[in-house]
Protein backbone atom coordinates (compact mmCIF):
# COMPACT_ATOMS: atom_id res chain seq x y z
CA UNK A 1 0.00 0.00 0.00
CA UNK A 2 1.33 3.37 -1.06
CA UNK A 3 1.69 5.84 1.90
CA UNK A 4 2.60 9.78 1.74
CA UNK A 5 3.17 10.80 5.63
CA UNK A 6 3.85 14.72 6.30
CA UNK A 7 5.24 15.52 9.23
CA UNK A 8 4.41 17.60 11.56
CA UNK A 9 1.09 17.17 11.35
CA UNK A 10 0.56 20.32 14.06
CA UNK A 11 2.58 23.21 13.34
CA UNK A 12 2.48 26.30 15.49
CA UNK A 13 5.25 29.13 15.03
CA UNK A 14 5.51 32.61 15.54
CA UNK A 15 5.96 35.40 13.21
CA UNK A 16 9.32 35.92 11.39
CA UNK A 17 10.23 32.27 12.21
CA UNK A 18 11.64 29.49 9.62
CA UNK A 19 10.39 25.53 10.04
CA UNK A 20 10.44 22.93 7.09
CA UNK A 21 7.86 20.95 6.45
CA UNK A 22 8.66 17.19 5.88
CA UNK A 23 6.84 15.05 3.03
CA UNK A 24 8.15 11.23 2.97
CA UNK A 25 6.88 8.34 0.22
CA UNK A 26 6.84 5.16 0.18
CA UNK A 27 7.19 4.46 -3.82
CA UNK A 28 9.19 5.75 -6.13
CA UNK A 29 7.66 8.74 -7.86
CA UNK A 30 9.55 11.58 -9.49
CA UNK A 31 6.19 13.42 -9.53
CA UNK A 32 5.03 15.50 -6.56
CA UNK A 33 2.67 18.33 -6.19
CA UNK A 34 1.77 20.96 -3.23
CA UNK A 35 -1.41 22.34 -2.44
CA UNK A 36 -2.43 25.03 0.36
CA UNK A 37 -5.95 24.52 2.12
CA UNK A 38 -7.64 27.74 3.89
CA UNK A 39 -10.66 26.62 6.68
CA UNK A 40 -13.46 25.73 4.72
CA UNK A 41 -12.12 26.28 0.90
CA UNK A 42 -10.62 23.88 -1.64
CA UNK A 43 -7.44 23.24 -2.49
CA UNK A 44 -4.73 25.97 -3.76
CA UNK A 45 -1.97 24.50 -5.79
CA UNK A 46 1.25 26.16 -4.81
CA UNK A 47 4.10 23.75 -6.30
CA UNK A 48 5.04 21.97 -9.26
CA UNK A 49 7.96 19.44 -8.67
CA UNK A 50 8.65 17.32 -11.42
CA UNK A 51 12.23 15.72 -11.50
CA UNK A 52 14.88 15.01 -8.72
CA UNK A 53 16.75 17.44 -7.66
CA UNK A 54 13.75 20.08 -8.57
CA UNK A 55 13.38 23.44 -6.71
CA UNK A 56 10.78 25.96 -6.77
CA UNK A 57 10.02 29.04 -4.81
CA UNK A 58 7.24 31.76 -5.04
CA UNK A 59 7.77 33.88 -1.64
CA UNK A 60 7.95 32.70 1.20
CA UNK A 61 7.78 29.20 0.46
CA UNK A 62 10.28 26.74 -0.69
CA UNK A 63 9.53 23.66 -2.15
CA UNK A 64 12.14 20.58 -2.94
CA UNK A 65 12.20 17.07 -4.39
CA UNK A 66 14.87 14.00 -3.61
CA UNK A 67 13.37 11.31 -5.61
CA UNK A 68 16.21 8.97 -4.20
CA UNK A 69 14.66 9.57 -0.74
CA UNK A 70 11.52 9.84 -1.07
CA UNK A 71 11.27 12.97 0.34
CA UNK A 72 9.77 16.41 -0.07
CA UNK A 73 10.43 19.47 1.61
CA UNK A 74 8.24 22.45 1.84
CA UNK A 75 10.41 25.39 3.72
CA UNK A 76 8.94 28.85 5.09
CA UNK A 77 10.85 31.49 5.45
CA UNK A 78 9.80 34.35 8.18
CA UNK A 79 6.49 33.26 8.88
CA UNK A 80 3.80 35.92 8.37
CA UNK A 81 0.20 35.31 9.55
CA UNK A 82 -1.31 34.96 5.85
CA UNK A 83 0.96 31.74 5.97
CA UNK A 84 -1.60 29.72 8.02
CA UNK A 85 -2.99 27.10 6.08
CA UNK A 86 -3.50 23.29 5.94
CA UNK A 87 -0.60 22.17 3.49
CA UNK A 88 -1.10 18.87 1.77
CA UNK A 89 1.89 17.01 -0.58
CA UNK A 90 0.25 14.67 -2.81
CA UNK A 91 2.65 12.22 -5.12
CA UNK A 92 1.65 10.62 -8.86
CA UNK A 93 3.93 7.87 -9.17
CA UNK A 94 2.21 6.41 -11.92
CA UNK A 95 1.19 9.68 -13.99
CA UNK A 96 -2.77 8.87 -13.52
CA UNK A 97 -3.36 9.78 -9.87
CA UNK A 98 -2.70 11.87 -6.84
CA UNK A 99 -1.92 9.93 -3.36
CA UNK A 100 -2.60 12.59 -0.41
CA UNK A 101 -0.04 13.07 2.56
CA UNK A 102 -1.71 13.56 5.71
CA UNK A 103 -1.57 17.47 5.83
CA UNK A 104 0.26 19.75 8.16
CA UNK A 105 -1.87 22.68 9.95
CA UNK A 106 0.38 25.38 10.24
CA UNK A 107 -0.35 28.25 12.85
CA UNK A 108 1.32 31.40 12.84
CA UNK A 109 1.06 33.44 16.07
CA UNK A 110 1.85 36.80 15.97
CA UNK B 1 -9.97 30.96 -17.59
CA UNK B 2 -12.66 30.01 -15.96
CA UNK B 3 -11.71 27.32 -12.86
CA UNK B 4 -13.26 24.17 -12.07
CA UNK B 5 -17.13 24.71 -11.34
CA UNK B 6 -19.34 22.47 -8.39
CA UNK B 7 -23.09 23.13 -7.38
CA UNK B 8 -24.55 23.37 -5.08
CA UNK B 9 -22.01 24.82 -2.58
CA UNK B 10 -23.91 23.58 0.42
CA UNK B 11 -26.38 20.67 1.17
CA UNK B 12 -28.45 19.53 4.23
CA UNK B 13 -30.32 16.37 4.14
CA UNK B 14 -31.58 14.12 6.37
CA UNK B 15 -30.57 10.12 6.06
CA UNK B 16 -32.06 8.12 3.56
CA UNK B 17 -32.00 10.95 1.74
CA UNK B 18 -30.46 10.95 -1.54
CA UNK B 19 -28.05 14.24 -2.89
CA UNK B 20 -26.31 14.71 -5.78
CA UNK B 21 -23.96 17.38 -7.07
CA UNK B 22 -22.68 18.59 -10.09
CA UNK B 23 -19.14 19.25 -11.50
CA UNK B 24 -17.99 21.57 -14.61
CA UNK B 25 -14.07 20.94 -15.58
CA UNK B 26 -12.09 22.90 -17.25
CA UNK B 27 -12.42 23.47 -20.51
CA UNK B 28 -10.14 20.68 -22.28
CA UNK B 29 -8.97 18.88 -19.45
CA UNK B 30 -9.70 15.06 -20.20
CA UNK B 31 -9.37 13.78 -16.74
CA UNK B 32 -12.16 14.49 -13.79
CA UNK B 33 -11.59 13.53 -10.40
CA UNK B 34 -14.31 12.93 -7.39
CA UNK B 35 -13.09 12.97 -3.82
CA UNK B 36 -14.31 12.96 -0.13
CA UNK B 37 -13.28 15.12 2.33
CA UNK B 38 -13.97 14.68 5.73
CA UNK B 39 -13.19 17.37 8.42
CA UNK B 40 -9.10 16.68 9.21
CA UNK B 41 -8.34 14.37 6.89
CA UNK B 42 -6.85 14.62 3.01
CA UNK B 43 -8.95 14.24 0.27
CA UNK B 44 -9.76 10.49 -0.64
CA UNK B 45 -10.44 9.54 -4.17
CA UNK B 46 -14.53 8.02 -4.96
CA UNK B 47 -13.44 7.92 -8.75
CA UNK B 48 -11.44 9.05 -11.58
CA UNK B 49 -12.97 9.92 -15.40
CA UNK B 50 -10.93 9.72 -18.56
CA UNK B 51 -13.29 11.38 -20.99
CA UNK B 52 -16.05 9.96 -20.59
CA UNK B 53 -14.65 6.52 -19.11
CA UNK B 54 -14.07 5.12 -16.01
CA UNK B 55 -10.46 4.67 -14.63
CA UNK B 56 -10.60 4.47 -11.11
CA UNK B 57 -13.69 3.57 -8.75
CA UNK B 58 -12.25 0.90 -6.55
CA UNK B 59 -12.86 3.44 -3.33
CA UNK B 60 -16.43 4.22 -4.53
CA UNK B 61 -19.27 2.84 -2.07
CA UNK B 62 -21.32 1.29 -5.33
CA UNK B 63 -23.92 0.49 -3.41
CA UNK B 64 -25.17 4.00 -2.48
CA UNK B 65 -23.14 6.46 -4.87
CA UNK B 66 -22.65 6.58 -8.50
CA UNK B 67 -21.14 8.87 -11.06
CA UNK B 68 -21.56 9.68 -14.44
CA UNK B 69 -19.84 11.76 -16.97
CA UNK B 70 -21.64 12.40 -20.07
CA UNK B 71 -20.33 13.43 -23.55
CA UNK B 72 -17.10 13.64 -21.54
CA UNK B 73 -17.42 17.35 -19.52
CA UNK B 74 -19.60 18.18 -16.86
CA UNK B 75 -19.95 15.33 -13.78
CA UNK B 76 -22.64 14.71 -11.72
CA UNK B 77 -21.74 12.50 -8.35
CA UNK B 78 -24.86 10.91 -6.17
CA UNK B 79 -25.60 9.62 -3.02
CA UNK B 80 -28.81 6.90 -2.36
CA UNK B 81 -29.85 6.85 0.61
CA UNK B 82 -27.27 8.98 2.70
CA UNK B 83 -25.73 7.90 5.63
CA UNK B 84 -24.30 10.01 8.73
CA UNK B 85 -20.81 9.26 7.88
CA UNK B 86 -21.41 10.62 4.25
CA UNK B 87 -21.19 14.17 5.46
CA UNK B 88 -17.90 15.37 4.43
CA UNK B 89 -16.86 17.97 1.60
CA UNK B 90 -16.94 16.74 -1.82
CA UNK B 91 -14.40 18.20 -4.08
CA UNK B 92 -14.09 17.93 -8.11
CA UNK B 93 -10.73 18.50 -9.74
CA UNK B 94 -9.48 18.00 -13.34
CA UNK B 95 -6.34 17.96 -15.30
CA UNK B 96 -4.63 17.41 -18.38
CA UNK B 97 -1.83 15.60 -18.61
CA UNK B 98 0.97 17.66 -20.41
CA UNK B 99 4.84 17.19 -20.85
CA UNK B 100 4.71 14.77 -17.78
CA UNK B 101 2.48 17.15 -15.64
CA UNK B 102 -0.87 16.10 -14.20
CA UNK B 103 -1.46 18.82 -12.17
CA UNK B 104 -4.61 18.72 -10.60
CA UNK B 105 -7.10 21.26 -10.20
CA UNK B 106 -9.97 21.74 -7.55
CA UNK B 107 -13.26 23.19 -7.52
CA UNK B 108 -15.25 25.17 -4.90
CA UNK B 109 -16.52 22.08 -3.03
CA UNK B 110 -19.78 20.88 -1.76
CA UNK B 111 -20.33 20.92 1.94
CA UNK B 112 -22.63 18.09 2.78
CA UNK B 113 -24.03 17.29 6.01
CA UNK B 114 -26.35 14.77 6.62
CA UNK B 115 -28.56 14.61 9.78
Known amino acids: ELKVEQNPLFLSMQEGKNYTIYCNYSTTSDRLYWYRQDPGKSLESLFVLLSNGAVKQEGRLMASLDTKARLSTLHITAAVHDLSATYFC??????????FGTGTSLTVIP | EAGVAQSPRYKIIEKRQSVAFWCNPISGHATLYWYQQILGQGPKLLIQFQNNGVVDDSQLPKDRFSAERLKGVDSTLKIQPAKLEDSAVYLC?????????????FGPGTRLTVL
Open chain 2, 93 to 105: ASSIFWRDNNEQF
Open chain 1, 90 to 99: AVDPFGNQFY
